[in-house]
């Protein structure tokens, strides 16, 4: 099993829609959860992180964490085409950070 | 805040060349520096992790001694590919962290070995 689950994708949305995007981790210890953000060719930029239970919210994104069930999500609101990127879910279990393969999503106009 | 920056972006060189990355964190002080590669339509592998004034940790299967890395400072890290071949053709991105848990990627190198 690996340690950071994702949905390799794609995953295509309309403009405008809400866009839900899934990881699963393995390490129940794991106390930090990220979001990035990978356009084509570029590197990957910090969208959110999240530490507790429940949702965080910025912007049109929000995080939710649920230890118990060990998975964390990133929804992303009224979707746009610049939202089209790689989506990297990353846990921290410990003394580093553990990246998932990472969501292909297409925001369709 | 929390910027981070690479040089070269982009570097083109001969195979049995060596050649240096380098990693700066340009506003905060950089405890933790790590450096990944990506190979087209895959995702991050980490390659190492390096702590200022010691010496990096290499995740398996990682030459220690073709990816030399030396973390020389608070703010700068670089990453010398010994003898490059060209399945060492790749993109290679550092991140940084100032402590806290969050890592700060900078752009990226892509590396290209003839």
């Known amino acids: 099993q690996k340690e950071v689950e994702q949905n390799s994708g794609p995953l295509s949305v309309p403009e405008g829609a809400i866009a839900s995007l899934n990881c699963t981790y393995s390490d129940r210890g794991s106390q930090s959860f990220f979001w990035y953000r990978q356009y084509s060719g570029k590197s990957p930029e910090l969208i959110m992180f999240i530490y507790s239970n429940g949702d965080k919210e910025d912007g049109r994104f929000t995080a939710q964490l649920n230890k118990a069930s060990q998975y964390v999500s990133l929804l992303i609101r009224d979707s746009q085409p610049s939202d089209s990127a790689t989506y990297l879910c990353a846990v921290n279990p410990g003394n580093d950070m553990r990246f998932g393969a990472g969501t292909r999503l297409t925001v369709k106009p | 805040g929390a910027v981070v920056s690479q040089h070269p972006s982009r570097v083109i060189c001969k195979s049995g060349t060596s050649v240096k990355i380098e990693c700066r964190s340009l506003?905060?002080?950089?405890?933790?520096m790590f450096w990944y590669r990506q190979f087209p339509k895959q995702s991050l592998m980490l390659m190492a992790t390096s702590n200022e004034g010691s010496k990096a940790t290499y995740e398996q299967g990682v030459e220690k001694d073709k990816f030399l890395i030396n973390h020389a400072s608070l703010t700068l890290s670089t990453l010398t590919v010994t003898s490059a071949h060209p399945e060492d053709s790749s993109f290679y991105i550092c991140?940084?962290?100032?402590?806290?848990?969050?890592?700060?990627f900078g752009p990226g190198t892509r590396l290209l070995v003839l």
């Open positions: 991140s940084a962290s100032g402590g806290q848990e969050t890592q700060y």
């Open positions: 506003d905060f002080q950089a405890t933790t």
